[in-house]
């Protein structure tokens, strides 16, 4: 499997975005990274999570990456079966940069488009409140101690 190794963050009229996918999920460093390094302020996650993954791991994923960066969250996916042995697990979803969901479509396997108010005050202030950015260590500054 091929997988991208630039870390992507672009402006636009939506603010500055942060591209990944699905799987990168799993790799909160990536998020950490485009939020930290990059300046992202949205973070774009097109998706085709699988339906027993994202049964237990996808709202709860997209919420703790919005929480840990201080971002929105956008994830768009594929639902329904893609083959005979494939079936993605839907859940398009918008969450805001305090983990609290603000738009989704209706249930998970509808088709349509979400729509939720991007508000850049509240990325300000939820980032003035708690500022991660400035209270953030270096990973050398942690030290191993195994019992």
């Avoid at 909160?28 to 992202?40: K, V």
């Avoid at 991007?118 to 300000?124: T, Y």
């Amino acid at each position: 499997m091929f997988l991208g190794k630039d870390i992507v963050a672009v402006d636009s009229p939506v603010g500055r975005l942060g591209l990944t996918v699905c799987y990168d999920l799993r790799f909160p460093e990536l998020y950490q990274q485009l939020r930290f390094q990059h300046d992202a302020q949205v973070l774009l996650v097109p998706s085709a999570f699988t339906k027993v993954t994202g049964q237990a791991h996808w709202e709860i994923l997209l919420r703790a990456r919005a929480i840990e960066t201080q971002c929105y969250v956008v994830a768009a996916t594929q639902a329904g079966m893609n083959n005979d042995k494939r079936e993605s697990y839907g859940d398009s979803i918008i969450i805001d940069p305090w983990g609290t969901v603000v738009g989704r479509l209706p249930d998970r396997l509808s088709t349509g488009i979400a729509v939720a108010e991007i508000d850049f005050s509240l990325i300000d202030s939820v980032r003035a409140k708690m500022p991660i950015a400035m209270q953030r260590k270096p990973i050398d500054f942690w030290k191993s101690a195994s019992l």
